[in-house]
């Protein structure tokens, strides 16, 4: 089945820097990556999508990029802010199930000011 | 809409003892996902429901765990015997349409605690 790696777990930077997150997926035929948020105490939300027929797409301060051929795809977010502080998850649409979400492990970000 | 609603919200319990884990989808949605989430392993995916029906279950760890969904509105997650192993977060989404068609949307899960 799919399966998705997720580097790194945690991340720590200062206030109005830049953060990148990593994930590398295995099912060339995945065609779909979101990203979610989860705040403490509550369930991920997703903050931004990217499909495979598409590179990069940006969303204000966040951006995401896709590199189908070496089945990776990155969260990148500018300017960083204390409320971004949380876990993020990527994921990977699982065509053998065909409409299932395949998780990473996640990445605890801290922003201190 | 109230989003998706999981009940209870924590779960304490004795190993040997059964658990049953509830969720309501958001109106209208024709998807449903399990999810566990624990720090070794991050969000598996369990089971997921198409129009009620089951449609992949390959995610459940073994046969103490079971999921029904017996109408539109309403899902259950039962383990029975619980174990230690089982402690965990347990997530509910829904979806409009496959993922990757829409948004999953998740309830705010369920803290199980197995002692």
């Known amino acids: 089945g799919e399966n998705v790696e997720q580097h790194p777990s945690t991340l720590s930077v200062q206030e109005g820097d830049s953060a990148v997150i990593k994930c590398t997926y295995s099912d060339s035929a995945s065609n779909y990556f979101p990203w979610y948020k989860q705040e403490l105490g509550k369930g991920p939300q997703l903050i931004i999508d990217?499909?495979?027929?598409?590179g990069e797409k940006k969303d204000q301060r966040i951006a995401v990029t896709l590199n189908k051929t070496a089945k990776h795809f990155s969260l990148h977010i500018t300017e960083t802010q204390p409320e971004d502080s949380a876990v993020y998850f990527c994921?990977?649409?699982?065509?053998?199930?065909?409409?299932?979400?395949?998780f990473g492990k996640g990445t605890t970000l801290s922003v201190s000011s | 809409d109230a989003g998706v609603i999981q009940s209870p919200r924590h779960e304490v319990t004795e190993m040997g003892q059964e658990v049953t884990l509830r969720c309501k989808p958001i109106?209208?949605?024709?998807?449903l996902f399990w999810y566990r989430q624990t720090m070794m392993r991050g969000l598996e995916l369990l089971i997921y429901?198409?129009?009620?029906?089951?449609?992949?279950d390959s995610g459940m760890p073994e046969d103490r765990f079971s999921a029904k969904m017996p109408n539109a509105s309403f899902s259950t997650l039962k383990i029975q015997p619980s174990e230690p192993r089982d402690s965990a977060v347990y997530f509910c989404a829904s979806s409009l349409r496959p993922a990757g068609d829409t948004e999953a949307f998740f309830g705010q899960g369920t803290r199980l605690t197995v002692v």
């Open positions: 990217i499909r495979s027929n598409v």
């Open positions: 994921a990977a649409r699982w065509t053998q199930a065909g409409t299932a979400l395949i």
């Open positions: 429901f198409n129009n009620n029906v089951p449609i992949d």
């Open positions: 109106s209208g949605h024709d998807y």
